[in-house]
């Protein structure tokens, strides 16, 4: 993958990587970000950034919703 990094030492995604990583398309990750379910990008100039910390939140957001909406199914 494509990543940048900053002084601070946080990894920088690109919408290829963040793609990637969730295993979706860039149009699904502009789907969720107008839904408001998806972090923004950090805008560098013109280009789209997305902190590695944020996309492994929302993974774990997700995790967290799918477990609790499945406690007392049988």
């Not at 690109?14 to 107008?34: F, M």
């Not at 280009?47 to 909406?69: C, G, I, K, Q």
Request: net charge positive.
């Amino acid at each position: 993958m494509n990543q940048k990094t900053v002084s601070c030492g946080t990894s920088l995604l690109t919408p290829e990587d963040v793609a990637a990583r969730l295993r979706i398309s860039k149009r699904q990750i502009h789907n969720l970000i107008n839904d408001e379910h998806f972090p923004p990008p950090m805008k560098i100039g013109r280009l789209n950034r997305w902190r590695a910390l944020d996309v492994e939140n929302y993974v774990d957001a997700l995790a967290m919703a799918v477990a609790t909406s499945t406690i007392g199914v049988a």
